[in-house]
């Protein structure tokens, strides 16, 4: 010990600079030191930690810019060369020797003598816009809806009996009767796939809440006098958080998949939807020279609905709290 002290003497050092008193402050003492958490700080952080989800995400930026800002560059009309038989059904190799090198006309031409690659897009965005408006308004009344239902006991007997009607009737079948009766538009689509479509989002929210509704925070913010809307809204709806996302993430290519599915077996849209696009171009499936009109809205289709189902299952997770440690 002697000899570590004379050592320690030799540096020139003070003895000021190298020791320090420890003072106790009872004030201090009672402050926890921890670093700020936020939520979705730490949602995007976990998200954003993996790479796929980054190249994912660019790769859905890339398919919103091309659905929503290419089509407004671009003057579409797909009847301009109808008229002209040496535009029809052409190949990607022959559209652009015939009309130069142009992004429109990189996956040939279609029946009319419309660009492919300008058709798809156009129809990209019907579709799109479809699945994101359907999931708002399925998911927004079925979480809500979901949670006072799993919370109120009179409400759930009512609800119950409602499920368990509309439960029973085909959901496809109850689209198309529909969309037969009512005139085929994107509005008429709209209805019908949300007339009933946020029953089944109800119901799962329901089993979830019945999980958690009985923690000792619900039972004492009832025994305060708190509505079980309150409740529903503010204790249980954000501890569900992920739940919601990844069922919105199962939701939305749902709504494409069944436009796609309505419109191919000829009672979907009436606009240039990708279903429809599918529809008009599937005698080119199986005739040489035109498959490319035919396989390019459906590998479009395909890309779209899996980077949506992509981002929103790997964001569910990232909502997890458990995945924030």
Not at 171 to 198: D, R
Request: proline letters at 3%; glycine letters at 6%; a neutral charge.
């Amino acid at each position: 010990m002697n000899q570590e002290m004379i050592n320690l003497k030799g540096l020139g050092v003070p003895e000021k600079e190298l020791f320090s008193f420890v003072t106790h402050n009872d004030v201090e003492s009672e402050k926890i030191t921890a670093p700020r958490y936020s939520y979705w700080q730490s949602v995007f952080r976990v998200f954003f930690k993996k790479k796929i989800n980054i190249i994912v995400l660019c790769l859905l930026g890339v398919i919103f810019l091309f659905a929503y800002v290419y089509p407004s560059l671009i003057e579409y009309d797909r009847y301009a060369n109808l008229t002209d038989a040496t535009a029809k059904h052409l190949m990607p190799v022959a559209a652009l020797e015939k009309f130069g090198f142009h992004l429109s006309w990189i996956l040939g031409s279609g029946a009319s003598g419309e660009p492919t690659f300008d058709t798809i897009w156009v129809g990209s965005r019907i579709s799109i816009s479809l699945a994101l408006i359907c999931a708002l308004i399925n998911m927004t009344i079925g979480v809500l809806l979901g949670a006072v239902w799993g919370f109120s006991k009179k409400f759930d007997f009512f609800m119950m009996a409602v499920y368990n009607i509309i439960a029973n009737v085909p959901y496809v079948l109850l689209i198309s009767v529909l969309v037969l009766v009512l005139t085929a538009s994107f509005w008429t689509m709209v209805f019908a796939l949300t007339v009933t479509g946020w029953v089944g989002i109800a119901y799962f929210i329901r089993t979830q809440v019945i999980i958690i509704r009985d923690r000792e925070y619900n039972l004492a913010s009832r025994c305060l006098g708190t509505s079980i809307f309150r409740i529903a809204l503010r204790n249980i709806l954000p501890f569900m958080t992920s739940v919601i996302v990844t069922q919105a993430a199962t939701e939305i290519p749902s709504y494409i998949s069944y436009e796609v599915f309505l419109s191919y077996i000829g009672i979907g849209l009436s606009e240039m939807s990708l279903g429809k696009l599918i529809y008009e171009a599937e005698s080119a499936m199986v005739t040489t020279g035109w498959q490319f009109e035919f396989w390019s809205p459906v590998a479009v289709a395909s890309i779209i609905t899996v980077v949506l189902y992509v981002v929103g299952q790997n964001l569910g997770d990232a909502s997890d709290p458990r995945t924030h440690m």
